[in-house]
């Protein structure tokens, strides 16, 4: 299969996977590969013999400290400082911000009749959101969502350039401390002398780049459910209640992040083959969201399931940190859709083109008529 038809639509190879090679060494990327729902779960539960720790290749230090790339007792005391400071109710007070914020992009384009989803909508929103939590000048915001689109497709330049910026910034916050995520953060390390300089560094990469490529990709990919399957947003339109259901399902049918990598600390088995300690493993969470042996009618987009316990973000002690806020800001952002664009459709006929990654799923582009 050509890779632009992998980004595009992954899941015919995913069931063909699933079927015939659940598990199977991949030399190429030299990984193992793991496509059922049932051994993706497996493998995110046991962190003890699938690690989260990279092996690193010493020339990288950015990102090697962060809470995704860490396993206990370090991802746990990492984990707990940030939950201190990145609280429920902390998300939930962002929510008048929120709808603030999505109301004044739906107004700069209302009168048009027409729009990019993306770009004048799905992508902005999480970018000032994530912003401002962390306290970062507005005037910086578009070499954050350079830097983070380029971090997702391994652009080491913009990892660094990044990386750079946060060390000047927490440089800056600790001479003036402000109301912001960052300023807590150093607040709550120096009291406790838990976290490197490296580990603010990474933690702000980590939040800025989740918080912001995820909840883009969820919903233009709410968008694009709806397209697929026009009968789920008229049932929408008719009962938003069904709205938080919807967002799960989208979260299960077309996953915003579709693969992550493990690596194992011991010999292990899975589905009959031995898989040596030190490897690579890649979970396809974006394949076992689609297992018939777990979801039935899998590869239906279906409005109401209920429940649906999807693997999007992940599961056990690396489960999404940012999942509350994506689901908030999800929650706000098609409601105000429903409400005030209750016509929106994907412009008829025209070519998406998505982004070329296989771990990350969603469109560039998204031009839509209301």
Request: glycine fraction near 4%; include cysteine.
């Given at each position: ?278 490897e690579m493993v890649t979970v396809w969470m974006g394949a076992a969201n689609r297992d018939e042996a777990r979801f039935e009618h899998a590869d239906a987009f279906v409005v109401d399931r ?65």
């Amino acid at each position: 299969m050509q890779n632009s038809e992998l980004f595009r639509n992954p899941f015919a190879w995913y069931a063909e996977m699933r079927r015939d090679r659940p598990v199977f060494y991949d030399p190429a990327h030299q990984s193992w590969m793991v496509f059922r729902y049932a051994d993706v779960k497996q493998v995110f539960s046991d962190w003890k013999t699938f690690s989260s720790k990279i092996p690193q290749p010493p020339e990288q230090t950015d990102l090697t400290e962060s809470l995704n790339f860490t396993d206990p007792p370090k991802h746990r005391a990492l984990r707990s400082l940030v939950a201190q400071v990145f609280t429920a109710r902390r998300v939930e007070s962002l929510a008048p911000r929120i709808k603030q914020i999505t109301h004044e992009l739906l107004d700069g384009v209302q009168h048009q009749g027409e729009m990019d989803f993306m770009h004048d909508l799905a992508i902005p929103l999480p970018v000032i959101v994530i912003a401002e939590i962390l306290g970062v000048p507005v005037s910086d915001r578009g070499d954050f969502k350079r830097w983070s689109d380029g971090i997702v497709v391994y652009d080491k330049a913009a990892l660094t350039a990044m990386a750079d910026y946060f060390r000047h910034l927490l440089a800056e916050r600790r001479k003036n401390p402000s109301q912001d995520l960052i300023s807590d953060l150093i607040a709550a390390h120096e009291a406790g002398e838990t976290l490197s300089a490296q580990e603010l560094v990474d933690f702000c990469i980590v939040l800025l780049v989740g918080g912001n490529e995820t909840t883009t990709n969820l919903l233009g990919n709410a968008m694009l459910c709806f397209n697929d399957y026009p009968e789920a947003f008229t049932q929408l339109k008719q009962d938003p209640q069904l709205l938080p259901l919807a967002i799960e399902e989208v979260l299960r049918y077309r996953s915003p992040v579709q693969a992550m990598a493990r690596f194992t600390q011991v010999e292990t088995q899975l589905q009959g083959q031995t898989i040596p300690a030190g490897e690579m493993v890649t979970v396809w969470m974006g394949a076992a969201n689609r297992d018939e042996a777990r979801f039935e009618h899998a590869d239906a987009f279906v409005v109401d399931r209920d429940p649906n316990p999807h693997l999007a973000f992940g599961n056990g002690i690396h489960f999404c940190l940012g999942a509350p806020l994506a689901r908030l800001e999800a929650k706000i952002v098609l409601s105000a859709v429903l409400e005030r664009l209750p016509n929106l459709r994907i412009v008829p006929n025209r070519e998406l083109e998505f982004i070329p990654s296989v771990e990350v799923h969603g469109v560039k582009s998204l031009p839509v008529l209301f």
